[in-house]
């Protein structure tokens, strides 16, 4: 089967660097996704790492570390629009599975 | 604008109706997902599809919950009798994936179901 484990609720306050860890455990592993999801809204794309490594895309950037079986996103200059719940999915065979989310506040 | 679309957005219902969830997935995708996002649960994977076939739907209650795609513009989730335990947000989503699934490493959401049961 497949878990990943995500803390419930991340504060910063804007303009500062913020970390979300993700950790799992699965079989069939292809790879790390986060999405994010604003209140009332659909979860959207970030970013993903097939491998080992740091990718950036503008503030954000995703790192995985596949022998750790760990990973994170990294944003930063936060802005109170950044306020909403990231999600680590893990890509497995065919399927991709979500972790709980974690919920940032971006306080000003 | 490409998107996934569903109806309907919102949904109250009374225990034990019928319920029918409908999805068109962005043209062109062939595979389709059907989540399920509780407070409590988190997004849960219900089912999905890979050019219209059904390839995993263990996360489904199978005595209540049915999913079908009748054509490739058109997935439906189905819940008879409904129960206010299925009270949810019901997403669907679409990608580009192999027998790997592991190309696009994108999957597009739609704006999700809000269903009540009462």
């Known amino acids: 089967g497949q878990s990943l484990e995500q803390p419930s609720e991340v504060t910063a306050v804007e303009g500062a660097i913020v970390q979300m860890n993700c950790t799992y455990q699965?079989?069939?592993?292809?790879?790390l996704s986060w999405y994010q999801q604003h209140d009332g809204g659909a979860p959207t794309f970030l970013s993903y790492?097939?491998?080992?490594g740091l990718e950036e895309t503008g503030r954000f950037s995703s790192f995985l570390s596949r022998s750790d079986s760990y990973g994170y996103l990294l944003l930063q200059e936060l802005q109170m629009k950044d306020s909403a719940s990231y999600f680590c999915?893990?890509?497995?065979?065919?399927?991709?599975?979500f972790g709980q989310g974690t919920e940032l506040s971006v306080k000003p | 604008d490409a998107r996934v679309t569903q109806t309907p957005r919102h949904k109250v219902t009374e225990m034990g109706q019928e319920v029918t969830m409908r999805c068109q997935p962005i043209?062109?995708?062939?595979?389709v997902f059907w989540y399920r996002q509780t407070m409590m649960q988190g997004l849960e994977l219900l089912a999905y599809?890979?050019?219209?076939?059904?390839?995993?739907d263990s996360g489904m209650p199978k005595d209540r919950f049915s999913a079908e795609m009748p054509d490739a513009t058109l997935a439906t989730l189905k819940i008879q009798p409904s129960e206010p335990r299925d009270s949810a947000v019901y997403f669907c989503?679409?990608?580009?994936?192999?027998?790997?699934?592991?190309?696009?490493?994108?999957?597009?959401f739609g704006e999700g179901s809000w269903l009540t049961v009462v």
């Open positions: 989503a679409s990608g580009l994936g192999s027998h790997r699934f592991d190309s696009g490493n994108t999957i597009y």
């Open positions: 699965t079989s069939g592993f292809y790879g």
């Open positions: 790492n097939a491998l080992d």
């Open positions: 999915a893990v890509r497995g065979p065919g399927k991709l599975i």
């Open positions: 043209l062109g995708h062939n595979t």
């Open positions: 599809f890979r050019n219209r076939a059904p390839l995993d």
